[in-house]
């Protein structure tokens, strides 16, 4: 929870708490869903992303925090903040963050997708048509599925998977056993649907929903014929869901990671979701038999897993009340007539995702397997899903004999059983599969292909701050760098030398690699800004990243601002750092974006009295990317590129007026307000770059 290289005693009052700090950042997509300017359908989605976001927050975060507890850890993080201190603030802010959700949800969305014809529609408001067809729907598809399990010596609680949907029934009577526990659990099998879309001539609306809790809560009595119902409560329970892998008694890592994956949906309790109907007598045995204390009940008033809501954008066919789609734009260097090679061998090409297309990255790895002159390729891979037509070109590439490498991360969070899947698909077809180097994650983003040409080999490289996957870089903002540049590409062979084989770290040229020289060759450009500004001249950096943790960088920063440099930091998510602070951080603000598409690039500038130094990189800067990842840092060299990173990465961003929010010292945020002509940097960037919207 509380980890870097090295023990600091920098002061407390210097850092924001990590947690509360990811906590801001869920406020500010709440403030999406609440913002009328975003389309309706759009608003909702953004309110189920709080809960997928807050979902991995309990089985990571706080799920951390609790393991530091149970043994008895008083340590506090570099924040002064103990772990049963955190926990408590916690809990009061994800309450009221529920608060405000669900008040949203019920008193806003719900009543305005009604207005358009978007109905999810309460049990006391069925007619008797849909309540004939609700019914025939629950002995057809849900009560075959459903095993009620009364609770008795005989009938212990059951296994409750991570995040699933379960009913608590408080019964009276006796069955034809003479059994009388008072108690059952039905679990609903995640194979149902939890939306549910009424046929058209049964509805009123066009678009009329129930829920698959309200299905069951109609019909649970079917379940236990001669009995009666007192009380029938959802509930839900998120786990710890971190895995644990022991690197002295590993053998074999895909091996031990499968069989740690099967225990992730039984990780120890951290949470209880449960109705807001629920009983106190359902409540106090639910938090018991999960050894769970009150602070760590949430009680919802509706559904208890918006995330299912998520689809619901998808299904319903209205564009007027969604995002205006577009199509990606593509750079004029790579003109459909050009072979690829041949085009990077003339020029390096900048793509700046969503906004232009991750077709040409595509194109790169097809052309490299089926191009008879292609003779080998590399490439890391951390998230590119289930199904992904990357990782198909590198298995026809193994087929057709080119020399195939792929270091692929198994423990990338979330995604390890893809992962698993690919290796094993990989290996089938003759390619060199590795897992980076136990103990560090190898989270960089590289593509290399060896190609023989007239005047000898040739290396084309990709680089890039995002992952390879076709999806993401749909809803992600990114930058990708492909270049034919022979000393970078010297520097990326090096980095997959060091992940393949054994041997020393490289002297690379340009990139700047963790766990390496990343670290200190960030600290040294922060303090060779304040080395400028000391003797007079201007030092200035712009930073942009998904969060900014790592204390050693942060206390830079404020070295370098109390110098006299100019500092503006451009963080997404957590940021530890404290701006405005007179004395520490005057020259220091922090602002961060959110918008349609979730800010993921990182990049790099420090002016360099003049020189104007622009990275990009895999990396955040947080303690964890330096230490204990292996990430890459690389350089725009073309300054022509340069300046589109400068204009489209960091000044639109800083002129955002409207999707801005500046973090203020405390740590809480304030929205920018518009005066005068509104700017939105993802907007401005749509016009500017796609091909069509």
Not at 153 to 159: G, I, Q, Y
Not at 205 to 231: I, N, R, W
Request: aromatic fraction near 8%; hydrophobic fraction near 40%.
């Amino acid at each position: 929870m509380y980890d870097s290289k090295t023990e600091h005693n920098f002061p407390t009052d210097h850092f924001i708490n990590r947690e509360l700090s990811l906590l801001q950042f869920q406020r500010r997509v709440l403030a999406q869903a609440a913002d009328r300017t975003v389309p309706l359908l759009e608003r909702l989605r953004f309110l189920c992303i709080v809960s997928s976001n807050l979902d991995e927050f309990f089985e990571i975060r706080v799920s951390g925090i609790k393991e530091q507890i149970r043994i008895a850890c008083r340590k506090a993080g570099d924040d002064g903040i103990s772990p049963l201190e955190l926990l408590e603030r916690v809990s009061d802010e994800v309450h009221e963050i529920l608060t405000l959700q669900y008040s949203l949800l019920n008193d806003d969305i719900l009543p305005a997708l009604e207005q358009e014809g978007v109905v999810f529609l309460r049990r006391s408001l069925w007619t008797e048509a849909q309540l004939r067809w609700i019914r025939d729907y629950f002995m057809r598809e849900v009560m075959p599925v459903l095993t009620p399990i009364g609770l008795d010596p005989a009938h212990p609680f059951p296994r409750v998977l991570n995040k699933s949907l379960n009913f608590a029934i408080e019964l009276a009577g006796r069955d034809a056993f003479g059994r009388d526990s008072g108690a059952a659990i039905v679990q609903a099998p995640r194979a149902l649907p939890r939306v549910i879309r009424l046929p058209r001539d049964i509805c009123a609306d066009e678009y009329t929903f129930v829920f698959l809790s309200s299905v069951l809560h109609a019909h649970v009595d079917e379940l236990f014929s001669g009995m009666k119902v007192l009380g029938c409560y959802q509930f839900r329970v998120t786990r710890n869901s971190d895995l644990f892998v022991d690197e002295e008694a590993v053998k074999d890592l895909r091996a031990s990671l499968k069989g740690e994956l099967q225990q992730r949906h039984f990780g120890d309790a951290v949470r209880l979701e449960v109705a807001d109907n629920c009983s106190e007598q359902m409540v106090a045995f639910l938090l018991q038999h999960f050894h769970l204390e009150e602070d760590d009940l949430y009680r919802t008033p509706g559904i208890v897993n918006l995330v299912r809501l998520m689809q619901v954008p998808d299904w319903v066919e209205r564009p007027d009340l969604k995002y205006p789609p577009f199509v990606p734009g593509l750079p004029k260097t790579l003109d459909k007539r050009r072979q690829i090679f041949a085009a990077l061998r003339n020029t390096d090409v900048l793509l700046h995702h969503p906004f232009q297309s991750f077709a040409p990255v595509i194109d790169l790895l097809r052309a490299a397997a089926d191009d008879p002159q292609a003779l080998a390729i590399k490439m890391t891979v951390y998230r590119t899903g289930t199904d992904s037509v990357l990782m198909e070109h590198l298995v026809r590439a193994a087929q057709k004999g080119k020399e195939v490498t792929v270091v692929l991360e198994l423990m990338a969070r979330f995604d390890e059983e893809a992962n698993i899947t690919w290796a094993n698909r990989l290996q089938e077809v003759g390619a060199h599969v590795v897992y980076g180097v136990f103990g560090y994650k190898t989270h960089a983003k590289l593509l290399l292909v060896v190609r023989r040409e007239e005047d000898g080999l040739r290396r084309y490289v990709h680089m890039g701050t995002g992952n390879y996957h076709a999806r993401t870089a749909r809803l992600y903002t990114d930058f990708g760098l492909l270049t034919a540049n022979p000393e970078i590409g010297e520097d990326v062979a090096a980095v997959f030398k060091q992940l393949t084989g054994l041997g020393t770290a490289s002297e690379l040229r340009h990139l700047w690699q963790a766990p390496f020289t990343l670290h200190s060759r960030v600290i040294e450009a922060i303090r060779r800004e304040g080395e400028i500004a000391r003797a007079g001249r201007r030092g200035r950096i712009i930073a942009k990243m998904n969060a900014l943790l790592e204390p050693e960088t942060i206390e830079a920063l404020y070295e370098a601002s109390q110098a006299g440099v100019e500092i503006d930091l451009i963080v997404r998510g957590p940021c530890a750092l404290k701006p405005g602070v007179p004395g520490l951080s005057d020259n220091i603000r922090v602002r961060s974006v959110v918008g349609r598409f979730l800010e993921h690039h990182r990049i790099f500038h420090f002016r360099a009295d003049g020189e104007d130094r622009m990275f990009l990189s895999s990396a955040d800067w947080m303690d964890r990317n330096f230490f204990r990842r292996i990430e890459i840092s690389f350089p725009v060299l073309d300054p022509r590129l340069k300046r589109r990173v400068m204009k489209e990465g960091l000044r639109a961003y800083l002129a955002d007026n409207s999707q801005a929010w500046e973090m203020q010292s405390d740590g809480s945020y304030k929205r920018r307000n518009p005066r005068g002509a509104r700017r939105t940097a993802q907007l401005s960037l749509l016009r500017e770059l796609a091909a069509s919207s």
